[in-house]
């Protein structure tokens, strides 16, 4: 299992699912895992933090668990942005929870409240070892890493000047 964590830089659902496909075809095209969201071999879990107009400051997170298809990721975006912006516009407070979503009712449902947790607290495996990688290793596979499927369709267009189009349809 790998686990990724993004950095708190989308805005927009569309944006969200487009970095998801990109993110399926490079786990496919380097043959990591079929990375089927509807078999369970990819999972999104959609965390919302709403900033106040003008400012860059993040509000409380609201995390929805295992969504599993780009639709029903977009869906839960906007539903989760629609329920959050409700409550503060009647000048209620987000609690920080996990939510479980329905995509069938277009609502989400609280699973447990996170209210003292800071973050999540991880505590090693006493039978895993730790495992140390350094930059020489990080350097290695950078090189070994084959480009995502997206990044050769457009060096073909620059090299062999496929129409637009066509690049279009293959995306």
Known sequence: MIEIV?????????EVSEFLKELQR??????ISDADLEKGQMRCDVN???APDNSSILGTRVELKNINSFGAIR?????ETERQTQILSQGG???QETRRRDDTANQSISMRSKADALDY???PDPDLPPVLIDDYLID???QEVQSSGTQTILRYRDQYGFHK???NGLL
Do not use: G, K, M
């Open 6 to 14: 993004t950095r708190p830089d989308f805005h927009d659902p569309v």
């Open 48 to 50: 919302i933090s709403l």
């Open 165 to 167: 189009e066509y690049i």
């Open 93 to 95: 407070n987000i609690d």
């Open 26 to 31: 490079t786990l496919r095209y380097n043959h």
């Open 121 to 123: 607290r991880y505590f």
């Open 75 to 79: 869906r839960a975006i906007v539903a």
């Open 140 to 142: 290695t596979i950078r």
